[in-house]
């Protein structure tokens, strides 16, 4: 059961970057999606980024399209999201998930149940 862990989530100033670091290992198949969701207090859960293991499609959300980017190092099993131009809207909790046996699509990234295991997620705050 591949289990993702998150990190790099923190406190940072409008404008400013964040790097956030998805690891995950143990797959049992050669096809897996890990995308970001975040969400905020008193709303729903939101898919911001995907990319499909070992290969070259990536997925983002209108809202971070530009200045989100989603990237892999296969060596270590680790997927991130590198966040720029951060805004105080972009603040909640972020999630990375994993669904294995199958790469994702243009829109199945968005979709929550897609993904089989969760992590316990990681903290952004923005100030502005």
Do not use: H
Request: with cysteine; proline share 4%; hydrophobic share 30%.
């Amino acid at each position: 059961q591949v289990q993702p862990v998150e990190s790099g989530g923190g406190s940072v100033q409008a404008g400013g970057s964040l790097r956030l670091s998805c690891a995950a290992s143990g797959y049992t198949s050669n096809r897996n999606c890990i995308a970001w969701f975040r969400q905020a207090p008193g709303r729903e859960r939101e898919a911001v980024a995907a990319i499909n293991i070992g290969g070259r499609n990536t997925y983002y959300s209108d809202s971070v399209k530009g200045r989100f980017t989603i990237s892999q190092d296969n060596a270590k099993n680790t997927v991130y999201l590198q966040m720029n131009s951060l805004k105080p809207e972009d603040a909640a909790m972020y999630y990375c998930a994993v669904a294995t046996g199958a790469y994702c699509g243009p829109y199945d990234f968005y979709r929550a149940p897609y993904f089989s295991a969760w992590g316990q997620g990681t903290q952004v705050t923005v100030s502005s």
